[in-house]
């Protein structure tokens, strides 16, 4: 909790559990690094080693890297969504 606090108060949009752990991360639009500070400092409080990092999002999105296993996997998608099993 102090460390989702200290990322609001440093000027983070938000921020929450990434994955399945053990990372947070911050949404911010400016004050990246006072941000990332502010979160190692939290941790460091709690005597817990950390480290920031400052990362762009990805704008291109997923992208094909191999035709035939990308099409096997939307078929297996588009089975679930119409009738409730997978195959």
Do not use: C, W
Request: aromatic share 8%; charged share 20%.
């Amino acid at each position: 909790y102090e460390v989702f606090s200290a990322a609001k108060d440093a000027g983070a949009l938000g921020a929450a559990l990434s994955g399945a752990g053990p990372s947070l991360i911050a949404f911010a639009l400016d004050n990246e690094k006072t941000i990332g500070q502010a979160m190692v400092r939290a941790f460091a409080e709690q005597k817990v080693k950390s480290r920031y990092l400052i990362l762009d999002i990805d704008t291109k999105g997923a992208a094909l890297l191999n035709k035939h296993f990308d099409i096997t996997i939307l078929t297996a998608i588009y089975i679930a969504d119409n009738t409730g099993e997978t195959s």
